[in-house]
Every structure is written in structure tokens, then in C-alpha cells.
């Protein structure tokens, strides 16, 4: 083991410490004090904040001058209108009822006992992402909300503006009576750093994943603690012999081209074949002068000219790009057979006019999130109430689809007695 690493685990070690000791404080934190936080720091991104400037400025031209694409390089950029959109988000969770010591569920026994269940934080997670400097403050404002510590490694190419951000978390953490230590960025960009957060059971009590699918693999691969994460996003939209077409066409573009990079944007397209000739002529028109590319089954291909033929591959793919997949079925079971076995369990639509069918397609896709007339695009924690997410899970246990407040809090089980003594 090198010196390097050494000071390194060491450094590690002792901001992980620093969270746990953090967590306690915060957990014992009144809602008035986290929400006192989170305003101050809406306050702090609106104000003038040349350190911040400065600190993405130079994290935008080292991008630059190292050759990445415009589009990774735009993702680096703090403008101002990113700062007042994440100024409104920390309003917003202030404004979100407080899950932290919730009790539900609460009854008597036949013993007089009353037994019930109470909400309560994690703990301290951990967030390893990439690229996009915002996510430093989303993360952390739902840590702070939801009475959790957070250690954040953020990818190199924002590294001077994570921890730029993360200054302002923490002087908005003191000015509420808050320890500073409950947000903490890793600040190294060494890989090592993932590495120790993967093992960290002493110190992480979840570690979500952010980014790209290479990354979520290997965190999901190296952890022992608990992991919070999706790999794909491969959404269906299936239209049912029973759609309103005009309602099919306007939902399936909206899912696939309102944005075509998110992990919410459809990838795969069902259709009845007895509605087929009626609505993918009317589908590949719209799309045509939006250039998007059809990969279809060979039963598809002679209604959308210029399509090209679907491999085996196509129908599980994730393109987060112009491109769909589509596919005639015979029904209802057998769309469901297809999107369970190739899609990714994030979010599936169905368009129809029946409730049978509809109700049937809720309880038997496989999915975080399965909707009825609706665009896959709104499998998004602000779109669901959540105010903001800390991302998305296709995990069955803890948590599934946009994870927020309550996704980031567990129960524990509380008894209230008068007394009472088991006999």
C-alpha cells in the first residue's frame, strides 16, 4: 500500500468519523433548525458568489481544453438561472412536511401496549456522481431535510465547483446552529476514494450511485454497503387496441422526444397490431422532421419507411438518443411478457381506454413506476410531490422509483405503555 493511499484512507477515515458524529446531531436537529438551513442557503446561491464563479469557470475550461464534448462541458456550467432553479429547490423541500419522527400505524394490544412504527434518518449516505456540479446541492438539501449526514465524491471535472457548493452548504449549516460535517465532499478525485466508500460499512449506511452505467456497475460490484441505484432506463410505452390514437400519438412523443437523454425518456414501443396501420404512419410523420430513427420488428418495418430492422439487442437497449425500438403484439399478455423480460423496471405506460386492461398492466409489469395515459417522462421525484429526488432506484427493497424525503428515512418500531409487563 502506498504512502499515498495510506493518507488517503486516513483522510477518508476521519471525514467519515466527522458524518457519523454529524448524523447524531442532526437527527436530534428540530425542523425548524434543517429548514432554517435550507433558506439560508437559497439565500447564499442568490447572492454574488465570486468563489463559486471562479471555481466552475476553471472547472469549464479545464473541460474544455481537454477535449470534452459540448454537451458534457454544458453540464459543468453553474449559470445563473441553474443557481436560481436550485435557490427555488431548497425552498421547496423547506416547504415539504417533515418525515422525521412521523408515527403511523399506532394500536392498542389486547395488553393495553399501543405499538406503532416511527420514521426516522438513515443516518449518513453517501453519493458517488458525476459531472453535473447541481447535484451537490440537490443531494444535500434532502440530506439536510431528511435529518441524514452526507459524504458526496463528485466526479474530477467538478471538482473546484463541488467544493465550492459544498462551502456554501456548510456556512449555511453553522448560521442554523447546525454542524458543518453533516455535508462533506470527498476531495479527491482519486478512484480509491469510490473504492473506500464502497466498504465503508462503519461510516455509509447507503451508498447511491449518480452517473453513467459503467460507474453504477462497478459501485454495485465493489459495495458492502447497501447500494440505492438503477442501471438502465429502458421505458416502454405500449398502445392497446383499445387507445385513443390521437391521445397515444401526443403521450408517446412527448415520453420519447420531449428530452431524449434522461433515464425516464421511452426507448421501446409496443403496439397492437390492429391498431398498427392506423397509428405508426401517423407516428413516423410526426417524428420525421424530429429525425428520429426506428429500429423495427419486421412486421413493423413496412408502415415506417427508412426504418431499419430490430435486433435481438434493440429491444433491452437504453439509446438516450433519437432512436426506438418498436414491436407488434398480439395483446395485452404478451406486451407484459415483453416488458418484463427486457425491459429495465424503471417506468412503463400503457394507452388505453380499458380499465380491465389498464388495472391489469399496474399490477403485473414489473416496473418502479407503471402508468396509464401518461408520459414515461413524469417518473421524476419533483414531477411526483417529492420536491426534488436523490435519484432513482429499480431496487425492490428500502426504496423504488424517485427516491425523496421519505426514501432517504427508515421506521422503527415504538411501544408505549402504562406499565403494562408480559405474563
Known amino acids: ?14 471525514l467519515g468519523q466527522a458524518s457519523r458524529a454529524a448524523s447524531r446531531v442532526l437527527a436530534a436537529s428540530s425542523t425548524a433548525a434543517r429548514n432554517q438551513a435550507l433558506l439560508a442557503l ?13 471555481a466552475n469557470a476553471q472547472d469549464v475550461a479545464q473541460a474544455q481544453a481537454r477535449g470534452l464534448e459540448a454537451p458534457l462541458v454544458d453540464r459543468l456550467r453553474l449559470t445563473p438561472a441553474i443557481l436560481e432553479t436550485l435557490a427555488q429547490g431548497c425552498e421547496q423541500i423547506a416547504a415539504l412536511p417533515d418525515p422525521v419522527g412521523e408515527i403511523s400505524q399506532l394500536a392498542r394490544r389486547e395488553s393495553g401496549i399501543q405499538v406503532g412504527r416511527m420514521r426516522v434518518p438513515l443516518g449518513v449516505f453517501g453519493m458517488v456522481f458525476e459531472s453535473r456540479p447541481n447535484v451537490s446541492i440537490e443531494v444535500a438539501s434532502l440530506g439536510i431535510k431528511s435529518g441524514n449526514a452526507c459524504i458526496l465524491r463528485g466526479g474530477s471535472e467538478a471538482l473546484a465547483s463541488n467544493r465550492a457548493l459544498v462551502a456554501l452548504v456548510q456556512a449555511a449549516l453553522e448560521e442554523a446552529g447546525l454542524p458543518p460535517a453533516a455535508v462533506q465532499l470527498v476531495p479527491h478525485a482519486d478512484r480509491a ?25 462497478r459501485v454495485a460490484a465493489e459495495a458492502k454497503v447497501p447500494v440505492l441505484k438503477h442501471l438502465d432506463g429502458n421505458c416502454h410505452c405500449y398502445v392497446d387496441e383499445h387507445a385513443d ?7 408517446v412523443d412527448n415520453a ?14 409496443l403496439v397492437h397490431r390492429a391498431v398498427a396501420a392506423a397509428f405508426l404512419p401517423r407516428l413516423a410523420e410526426r417524428w420525421a422532421p424530429k429525425g428520429v430513427e426506428f429500429r423495427a420488428c419486421p412486421e413493423s418495418l413496412p408502415l415506417l419507411p427508412g426504418a431499419l ?10 439509446y438516450l438518443d433519437t432512436k426506438i425500438s418498436v414491436k407488434l403484439v398480439g395483446g395485452l399478455d404478451e406486451a407484459i411478457a415483453h416488458i418484463n423480460r427486457y425491459g429495465s423496471h424503471h417506468t412503463d405506460t400503457i394507452l388505453t381506454q380499458h380499465h380491465g386492461h ?32 436523490i435519484g432513482i432506484s429499480t431496487d425492490k427493497l428500502h426504496a423504488r422509483g424517485p427516491v425523496g424525503l421519505e426514501g432517504l428515512t427508515s421506521q422503527k418500531w415504538i411501544v408505549l405503555g402504562e406499565g403494562q409487563v408480559r405474563t
Open 42 to 54: 437559497a439565500r447564499r446561491l442568490r447572492q454574488p458568489q465570486p468563489q463559486v464563479t471562479e
Open 1 to 14: 500500500m502506498t504512502a499515498l493511499f495510506v493518507d488517503l484512507f486516513a483522510e477518508l477515515e476521519t
Open 358 to 389: 389498464a388495472m391489469r398492466f399496474l399490477r403485473e409489469v414489473d416496473s418502479a413506476s407503471v402508468m396509464v395515459n401518461a408520459s414515461t417522462r413524469f417518473a421524476d421525484g419533483f414531477e411526483y410531490g417529492l420536491g426534488a429526488e
Open 245 to 251: 390514437l390521437a391521445m397515444a400519438l401526443t403521450v
Open 193 to 217: 476514494a469510490v473504492s473506500w466508500m464502497c466498504t465503508a460499512t462503519e461510516h455509509l449506511d447507503l451508498l447511491i450511485p449518480r452517473g453513467g452505467k459503467g460507474l453504477i456497475e
Open 309 to 318: 430492422p430490430a435486433t435481438e439487442a434493440d429491444w433491452a437497449a437504453e
Open 256 to 269: 420519447k422526444t420531449q428530452k431524449v437523454s434522461p433515464c425516464n425518456a421511452t426507448e421501446s414501443l
